[in-house]
Structure formats: structure tokens, C-alpha cells
């Protein structure tokens, strides 16, 4: 397999560097250290062992965009911020946003709960002095969760909030985000996984006070949540228990019908009247669960290929470091939120349907056709040829070095704690089986994995320009003209090419010839501005 001299250097200094980090940092965290076995109180609560002062608490409810009422798209998403902000407690004396933050200002903005809402999960953090525990569960945490009063001006104002930021935030102020969302909702049909989890446009307009409480009654039950704490004092637990919701909660299998990927080549083009830059995305669905057996290796395989924000993979060298094209170039196994902001990918948004993607950040518009044709021949080569034993065990290292980060923080743990649950791996977790995982994947098993679950032939791509480009983009991808790489000057290579330059200009004609096959009708053309107005009826659906 053929591999750039200055990006071996590169790979090599990066696992040379994270080793001597990973040996030096791992026995604060697996040596004397060590977490304590995790104690179990029941099916749906786990505590994880803290000398702090102040308590953490996350509880993540087994619903989320998924469930929203057709027509209604953002119910879940108003419900959870209405939990917080619409007000809760007496009726004739409020908590609303601004009582809030007065009660909780002496407990630091810790203490002020916040959620984030995902497509089948929707999780509430908060962390509130130990001293002060049986005020905030009197004041806040159980009249939140049971006494909310769905003040109409509070709806009104969330209502406002939440298409602001679809209409003219999403819409056209962040490309790459625009992206990114707009690949989530297409590359998954049904399933309830196809539109934005903050709503649509017309969803949201259609949304009543009625549909709030009565989503809340059906989803916000005991039996439906996980909680993850550091609360170990058996009393402050059943306050803790007490202050849910009662209720058996919604039946739910753990794992869905599983979504396969759309016969041939499909894009969607997705214009912005001012984008200085185009970004290209792709993705298609994978049947792969943590659970799985297969899970490990392809994890591992996926780090040699794209690592998230991370100068290691090998897109990130071949189109950013060793040609200069744009600011990184990723790839994902399991859905990722926060993206661009986040560095390590944040825990609670699991799902039961995941889907493989490729995130190339911005490249300039007339490289746009040679960029798609490039991840697409790159994705093709790692799925045929694979990865050799030493790119496995270069893989290996830096997947283990990911350990510090993912366990980094008590918040974190307990966040991946609440995925353990949701995925059925309480007893055996995601942290917890992750080194010893990692160690024990062999080459055959990663190429393996590849070969079975990832593959060019039917695929989903999102692309955003600016839409004096769009049409002709659209032309030009499928009579497959245009294709257009840069040029000796712009590589800053003058003649004659030195030997080392000749092999990355011998690759850019490879990609420039990779044929991609795409017919005409199967390109959509759509402006930002139509973007997100409806649920799966909408453009790109």
C-alpha cells in the first residue's frame, strides 16, 4: 500500500508521541488509581465512586426526536427545555428561567440543570454542592420532573428560540454544522431519524401546550430513564429515585430494524448564497452496535483511516498535510455530536441504527468534484486493500492513547455509563472493556471488519457551496467533467518534480480518473433557506 514518506514521518513521530503520553498518564488512571468496582442500585441507576464535595447527576430518558409526533417535529426537544425553563412547581409561585438562576446562583452555574436532547436520548447533568443536596431536590430537581406547568409565554419564547436558530443560525451561518445535520437526517430514512432533533420549521409552528404534556406523560416515566451519579449515601440515592417521575415507563426493544444503505450514488447539493468554501460529506448505514464483536476492530481500523480532529488518520495526511486542501478530514463509525467544536466525541447520543461517515472540512470550489472523487477512491482503497499488520499496531497505540480522553473527567464516565445502559453493556462497559479490546483485535480481524461493513457502492453525499455553484456542480458530477486538482505552482513544486512529489502527483491522477457513476437524477440541487421546513417530505428525503 502506498504511503507518502512525509506522512509516514508524521504517523510515526504521532505514535511515537502518544505512546510515551499513554505510558506516562495510564497508571493515574488504571494503576493504583484504579476505580473502585462500580456499585449497582437497581436495573436503571449507577454510581461511580467520588471523595468531591459536590455531586454529579446525569440521567439520560429513553426518548428523543425519534419519537416526535409526525407534523410535530421538535416536541422532544421543547418538552426537555421546557422541563428546565417553562416553568415548574406551584402554579401560583413559578420556578421560571430567571427564578432558577436565583436559587441556584449560591451553588454555583454547575447547578443550573442543562440537557442535551439527541434523536433517541435526552439527558439532564447537574452538579450541586453535597451540603446543599436536600434543598436543590426539594426546590428544583423534583418539582422539574414532576410539577412542570408548560407556562404558554415560556413555549412561546422556547418556540422562538429553537426556529431562530434553524432559520438563521443553521441555515446560514455555520457551513460545516449545515452539513453535518443535513447528512444525520438523510442518511438514515424512518425510523423517526430523519429530521433535525430541535424540529422543523412547520413542526415547530404546529407544536401545543397539549402536545407537550402529553408527550411528557407518555416518555417522562421512572421505568424509562437511566441514571449515573457519584452519590454513594444509600439515603441521598432514594431522594434522588424519588424525585422522578413514577411510572413503568414505554416498552422499547433494544435494538431496531436494521436500515441497509440505498441502492447506488445519491447527492445533495445544498447551496448558501455567501460560502467562500465547499465541504463535502458522505455516509451510508451500518448494522454495528458497541456491543458487537465487530465493534473493536473496526474502531481500530477507523482510527488508522480518519481519526476526529486528530492529525493521525491517514485522509488527514493525504489531503491537508501532504496537499494542503483544507483544515482536516475525518472519518466515523457511530454518529458523532458536536462536530466542529468538540476535540473527543461526547458521551449520551447513542442510538440503535449507526451509520459510517466521511467529514471533509471546506476545500475551495474548484476543487470541489476532484475532492469527492479523492474521499471516495480513498474509502475504496482502505476497504479492498485493507491495512497491513504494522498499520494495525499503529492503529492500536494511538486507539488506546483515546482512552485518557474519553475517561478523562468523572462527567464523562458517567456519561458513558448512561450508553452503557442504553446499549445493554452495564455489567461489561464501553470504558471498561476498552483497552483490553484494543489489545486483543488482530490484523485479520480489523480487515475483516472492513470488508463487511463499509463499502463505495451505495452512497449518501452532502455538499455545501454557494449557490451560484450549484447547478453546475451538480452538471459537472455527472457527466464527470471539471475535475479539477491543483497545479505544480499552486503545490508550490517546481520542475523537475522532485521523486517524492511524483508519487502524490501520480495519486492525484488516480483520483482525478476515479470513476464515480453518478446519473444527473440522482443529484438534488437545494437552497439553505428550503432547508429543515418539514419532517421527511422535505428536500433531500
Not at 174 to 198: F, K, Q, R
Not at 287 to 314: C, I, K, M, Q, T
Amino acid at each position: 500500500m502506498k504511503t507518502q514518506s512525509s506522512v509516514f514521518g508524521r504517523r510515526a513521530s504521532a505514535i511515537l508521541i502518544g505512546f510515551i503520553l499513554f505510558s506516562l498518564l495510564l497508571p493515574a488512571q488504571t494503576g493504583k488509581g484504579k476505580a473502585e468496582p462500580v456499585h449497582l442500585f437497581g436495573p436503571n441507576l449507577v454510581t461511580l465512586p467520588s471523595s468531591s464535595s459536590l455531586y454529579q447527576i446525569q440521567i439520560m430518558v429513553r426518548t428523543g426526536s425519534a419519537d416526535d409526533p409526525p407534523g410535530k417535529e421538535g416536541t422532544a426537544n421543547l418538552v426537555a427545555r421546557a422541563l428546565i425553563d417553562g416553568g415548574f412547581g406551584d402554579p401560583r409561585n413559578p420556578v421560571t428561567k430567571e427564578t432558577l438562576a436565583e436559587i441556584t446562583r449560591p451553588w454555583g452555574d454547575a447547578a443550573t440543570p442543562q440537557v442535551l436532547v439527541d434523536k433517541q436520548a435526552t439527558t439532564f447533568s447537574v452538579t450541586v454542592p453535597r451540603d446543599a443536596y436536600p434543598e436543590f431536590i426539594a426546590r428544583v430537581l423534583k418539582p422539574m420532573f414532576t410539577q412542570p406547568l408548560w407556562l404558554q409565554a415560556e413555549l412561546d419564547r422556547l418556540r422562538r428560540e429553537a426556529l431562530a436558530g434553524i432559520q438563521s443560525g443553521l441555515r446560514f451561518e455555520d457551513e460545516e454544522s449545515l452539513g453535518l445535520a443535513a447528512l444525520d437526517n438523510w442518511v438514515i430514512p424512518g425510523l423517526g431519524l430523519d429530521h433535525l432533533t430541535p424540529g422543523t420549521v412547520k413542526g415547530l409552528g404546529a407544536i401545543t401546550r397539549d402536545d407537550l404534556a402529553s408527550f411528557y406523560k407518555r416518555y417522562y416515566q421512572r421505568g424509562n430513564m437511566f441514571v449515573s451519579t457519584s452519590i454513594n449515601d444509600q439515603d441521598h440515592l432514594a431522594a434522588l429515585t424519588q424525585a422522578l417521575p413514577e411510572g413503568e415507563g414505554v416498552a422499547r426493544p433494544m435494538s431496531l430494524v436494521r436500515v441497509t444503505p440505498e441502492p447506488g450514488r445519491h447527492v445533495l447539493i445544498i447551496t448558501q448564497p455567501n460560502a467562500i468554501a465547499t465541504g463535502l460529506h458522505l455516509g451510508f448505514p451500518i448494522p454495528l452496535a458497541r456491543a458487537s464483536d465487530d465493534y473493536w476492530p473496526l474502531f481500530v481500523g477507523n482510527a488508522y483511516l480518519g481519526l476526529h480532529r486528530d492529525e493521525f488518520g491517514r485522509l488527514y495526511g493525504e489531503i491537508r498535510e501532504e496537499r494542503g486542501y483544507n483544515y482536516g478530514d475525518y472519518s466515523y463509525i457511530e454518529y458523532l455530536y458536536g462536530r466542529p467544536f468538540f476535540l473527543f466525541p461526547p458521551p449520551t447520543t447513542p442510538r440503535t441504527q449507526e451509520y459510517f461517515s466521511m467529514w471533509i472540512r471546506p476545500v475551495g470550489h474548484s476543487y470541489t468534484h476532484f475532492i469527492m472523487k479523492a474521499m471516495t477512491a480513498e474509502l475504496d482503497r482502505f476497504v479492498k486493500d485493507g491495512l497491513t499488520p504494522g498499520q494495525v499496531a499503529e492503529a492500536k497505540i494511538k486507539a488506546r492513547t483515546l482512552y485518557l480522553n474519553y475517561a478523562e473527567s468523572l462527567s464523562r464516565q458517567l456519561g458513558y455509563r448512561l450508553d452503557d445502559m442504553f446499549y445493554g453493556m452495564k455489567d461489561n462497559g464501553y470504558l471498561q472493556q476498552m483497552l483490553a479490546r484494543i489489545d486483543a483485535v488482530t490484523p485479520e480481524q480489523v480487515n475483516a471488519a472492513i470488508r463487511k461493513y463499509l463499502q463505495v457502492e451505495n452512497l449518501k453525499y452532502v455538499i455545501v457551496t454557494n449557490e451560484s455553484l450549484g447547478d453546475k456542480l451538480a452538471d459537472d458530477i455527472a457527466s464527470g467533467n471539471n475535475v479539477t486538482p491543483k497545479t505544480l505552482a499552486e503545490y508550490h513544486i517546481s520542475e523537475p518534480v522532485p521523486p517524492e512529489k511524483k508519487q502524490m502527483l501520480e495519486q492525484d491522477e488516480q483520483w482525478k480518473a476515479y470513476p464515480l457513476n453518478i446519473p444527473r437524477s440522482n443529484i438534488q440541487v437545494f437552497k439553505a433557506a428550503d432547508m429543515f421546513e418539514s419532517g421527511p417530505a422535505e428536500p433531500g428525503h
